[in-house]
């Protein structure tokens, strides 16, 4: 058993000796992304469980060690964390947990801590908490991010992006059942696979990479019998964890709808451009200011290329440009609005409208501060200017029942089927999206 | 022929029509939650006129979809189905609203169509009204009648039928009309469909209003009338409204391939015969040996027995007037029980109490000599004041002492009542951490009474279905509201009424422990825990909590009545030689007459009721300080929070070079006013204040409100907003502010992400600033020099404004800004050597600087020193503390506040910290248990006092009382 040793403030750190004695467990949110991440992780010595669980435990275990009243997915997050620790599947004296923190003004920020309250409430004081952060928030002996580990990360999540893209275009109509899923494992396992050679990060490689991506869906032999597409957005973890949307994707497809899930890429281009638009508003240093001004530059350079990449295949949908999107969310907030998904979320609903995607699920746990402002704040303003948005706000919390928010949704399907009988499918869909590519191939 | 089946929450409605849609049988009825066997046998009711012939079937309802799925039939969703049949029957209509047993709509149709419903909240629907109802003791047909005769109408909260009890509660305990409340309920009802369904679009034009709610109440019509300002031609009744939903699916069904109508019976009755409940619990009792084992532990632990019919001598009375029920013990010297009463009170304990204190008279008549009495409960002042009862405690002191009557060691009370929970810890001999479930009442008895009623059983009968039940459903631990929901899933999925009801009563445990009380473990609670309160006695409540904790309690057999047996000991502790309450003689001249008036003493303008007794007794209640009691004008204990409000109210006006500059006084604008003040004032503005806020004022704003579970705060902006747009300014400025002022406490020195963007989400829904210029720029408060170009480029461009006098504004601004903080630090500093010098408690009421506003906090400052206590405020005291190191990310700068504050409270023995918490606060789920364990490392008392649009002092009464009987307690231990 490894010592426990203590920083200053009497933080219990992750040291080198639990590097090599302990597993560390790691909470699902973006299935095929974060499966990329447990590998790059593995990669660089560590022993990491990426926790697929789903079932009400995990709901009760964060009931009983979280404020009733914090948001869901913190609820969710520390209650998977914590019935993975009580499962007896693993030694408690030979686990850490991993947890991600951003620094912003939403109190998502608060999780760690939350997770460290709830583990000593459970008795498990001894269990080392470690934070997945850029911001150089809490740091220990036994885990750090280094450029090549955050770079790979970085990849894993385009990557990712680009996976997902594709499979949400190709499952609803493929011919044989399970094929998308196929291409997914291959996929990611072949990419994990080139993290540990070198040379992987060329530009060249990766655009070849993107393209083989593309061309590998593409080449999944589909029916496409018109189906209804539906937009999610959403607070981060909502949005893309079926944990916590109670396997929204999964119901949308049973309802013969094609999901469509914007990716995480412009999420952490957000995230960077936040501090440039801060420093615009109210100054600071301009070290900042140049540095996250790169990041936002080379991250949508690859998303560029990726954007690209899809577009060779006409009958693919292409992620749009950050700056498109931001461009359109100007029209409703200040790039000011950043905390949790700010201004992002109401312009990814504006970008699904303005894309063809009229019909739009905007989650959000239950009470979420932000989206009082950027969800559910800005749908009525989004209706007056374009009245063929048919935008549903569905809250998640633990005592939400499924069959009201599947209810709900029903409701906004039936006016998605009314208004696609009155008019039919357009091919309008690729031909706007098309015009962003050029553009953002031409950057 | 076509058939529309609709499925709700709490009816199947069926109807067939014929080819034209013409409606050729129609039934209504309730389903007591057997839905498919309900669903099956009304459809068999049709078999003689439709067997062997073809039918077009759709199903429809919340409740239908799982029917429809298991017996594999077409279901539409119903919202869809209304507005089908609206278009059929009712072309003209503009919008629709119809109210179901747990559903509300609104369908619009001129204007796009949109349809809304209620989300994850059941306020204002039908099951609110019966929820109501029940709490009247009426039929929700006598409720009807007896709206009809209304003089005035309550304010009731209406988001949730919580809040709503929580209103009419003290309303009736004051002695208000029934006709009054009655009317008020429905206009509540109105309320919500307007606020929370429409959230903004006018309902105007023509109206449909349909659903069993509006069919059968004529007095909630006349409200929705009368509110909506609606002509008899305007106003549509169809005369099927109860049937309508079921008619769309009818309608529906005509583009259905038709079938047999006996495949379609069939499939359905089969369907009925499924059973697949998917969550369930093990059941709570095994065998009947169990059972009878566990009660017989429990009956041991009673009062001395005594032989009531041939007692003499002395006895303690003690009266509990209950928010639902009234309790009375008569007792010996040693604490037999001579006479006990428990029993709803109907909504007049006064009634209650001279019924049976007529019959104690009666009964003992000379034999015993009542030398003591006391009073608690919520109408502890009412009945004290009637009867003349010696003295009054507050009820958690009640409780307390009846619980250590029976396990002295006691460290853990929890009672749970009708609609109120309390629980508490026991520290010292004094009690310690007061939880009371405020915001909600799932966790109480009047919820499963509520529901054994909807299904049709006496409370006692469900409760004892429930003993034995095999598979109780698991319906999770959240608000009443939700739950609801949660039964209805487990009604589709097939569950019986036995594991509905264990269910119930393990979800009742459940919100105690872990919403409530929010304990992870027994130990947590404590080592001899006392249960109390009449929910208790429903053995599955009190199994269910021993089987959650894993651990043995102690309920005593008169767990109904404690507060009364604890104010009857404490009656005895008095010490009297005779009690001075009214005798018989007395009783039988006694009369009561409850008249309400509204005090217009200051801006609060309490409701007041005031009742009359015979002997001229008067007792006046609603008020929230002693000003319309006639007893002297006001006690005049020092209130920081009510300068802090007036002084900010003052900051207002100018000389009008540049413009009229409208500020909304509301959220963050009220502590930045000294900034914003000196700012525009300096640059030639008048700035002129929107008006003070008050209840009108919310609801003049409330048709813009997008989100309504945001906070309270945040809500009332759209008020001043809409009132800043008559008040003829040339802008309005509500600047976004991410960034507070960094006083150094914490890591960072964020606003809250409502206080930082609403003006955005202001800009987006309010239609009428438009007309005006609205003004909601970024800025960064934190770095003054950046401020001051930032603001020059700003106001330079939108007003052509030198950059020069932008600076020396900002500089002017950010100077005025220091200068109120120091006053507001002096004026605390006097205040707390005053309160010292008189030797008063001090109270530190914390939360957001906004809070000072009288109608969010709804006076309870003026409450809190109408008990003698000198109020201070968080921000008056957080500058003498450094940081500290908290178990939090600490990254906002009042809640930064909160922290120092609670750390310097910590260090003086005469203050105490009271936290104001605003309702759909996100961030003070992590500040509340952030603050009381700093307190409670400084081995201080934690006051919590939730605070919403409603204004129901009471709780807050209990609290504040507690704090004293505590304070007073501790400092009688420690001499």
Redesign the interface.
Known sequence: MAELVYNEQGRLLFTEEMKREYTLLMPQMLPVHFTMLKEIFELHGYKIDLLTTNHRGIVDEGLKYVHNDTCYPALLVIGQLIDAVKSGKYDPHKIGLLITQTGGGCRASNYIHLLRKALHRAGYDYIPVVSVNLSGLEKNPGFSLDFKKIRQMAYAMIYGDLIVLMANQCRPYEIIEGETDRRIEKWVRRLTDEFKGKGSFKTEHIRENFNRIVDDFASIPLNRVPKVKVGIVGEIYIKYAPLGNNNLEEFLRSEDCEPVVPGVTDFIIFKANNRVEDHKLYGGKLLTYIGAGFLEWYIKRLQGYMIAAVKRYPEFRPPCTFDHLKKLAGEYLGYGNKMGEGWLLTGEMLELIDSGINNIVCTQPFGCLPNHVVGKGMIRKIKNNLPQANIVAIDYDPGATRINQENRIKLMLANARMAQGDRPRETKTQAKSSDDTKRAVNT | MRIGIDIGSTTVKVVLLDDRDEIIFKTYERHMSKVREKTAEMLAMLGLKLSGSEVQVAVTG?AG??VAKAANLEF??E??ATAGAVERFYPSTDVVVELGGEDAKIIFFTG????R?N??CAGGTGAFIDQMATLLNVTPDELNTLSEKYEKLYSIASRCGVFAKTDIQPLLNQGARKEDIAASIFQAVVNQTISGLA??REIKGNVLFLGGPLFFLSGLRKRFVETLKLTPEEAVFPDNADVFVAVGAGVYAGNIAPMEFDEVLRRIQNASAVKNTT?TLPPLFKSKEEYEEFTARHNANRPPEVDADGYRGDAYLGVDAGSTTTKLVLITPDGGLLYTYYASNGGNPVAVVLEQLKEIYRRFGDRVTIKGSAATGYGEDLVKNAFNIDNGLVETVAHYRAAAHFNPKVDFIIDIGGQDMKCFKIRNRAIDSILLNEACSSGCGSFIETFAKALGYSIADFAKLGLFAEKPV?L????TV??N??V??AQ?EGAGVDDISAGLSISIV?NAI??VI?A??PS?LGRHIVVQGGTFLNDAVLRSFELELGTEVTRPTIAGIMGAYGAALYARSLHLEKSGILGLEELEKFSHTAKSSQCGLCGNNCHLTINTFSGGRRFISGNRCERPLGKGKNTGMPNLMKWKYDYLRSLSGGENHRGRIGLPFALNMLENLPFWYTFFTRLGFEVVLSPESSRALYSYGQHTI??D??CYP?KIIHGHIEKLLEMDVDAIFYP?L??NFDEGKGD?H?????V???P??IE??VSGLKKVRYL?????M??P???A??AADYFGEMFGIPAGEVKSASRAAFKAYDAYCSILHERGERIIEEARKNGNQIIVLAGRPYHADPEINHGIDSLIASFGLAVVTEDALAYKQPRR?V???N??TYHSRLYCASDYVNTQPDMQLVQLVSF?C?????T??EVRSILEEGGKLYTQLKIDEINNLAAVRIRIRSLLAAIEARREGEN
């Not at chain 2, 796009?112 to 349809?115: C, K, V």
């Not at chain 2, 999770?476 to 608000?479: I, L, M, P, V």
């Not at chain 2, 909601?776 to 960064?780: K, M, S």
Request: proline share 6%; glycine share 10%.
């Open positions: 919340s979809l799982g539409v969703q919202v869809f796009g169509l949109e349809e419903m989300g994850s959230q903004g969550n698991d999770g631990s959240r608000c939700f739950m929901s949660s209805k899933q589709k459940k872990y919403k929010r992870s473990s947590e997008p989100s579970t945001v945040a976004c991410p960034y960072n964020y606003n809250c992400p409502v930082a963007y609403y955005e989400l987006a829904n909601n720029p970024y800025f960064g934190h770095r020099r950046d401020f170009k930032k190191p178990h939090v990310l990254q906002w759909g996100g961030i003070d789920a992590i509340t248990d």
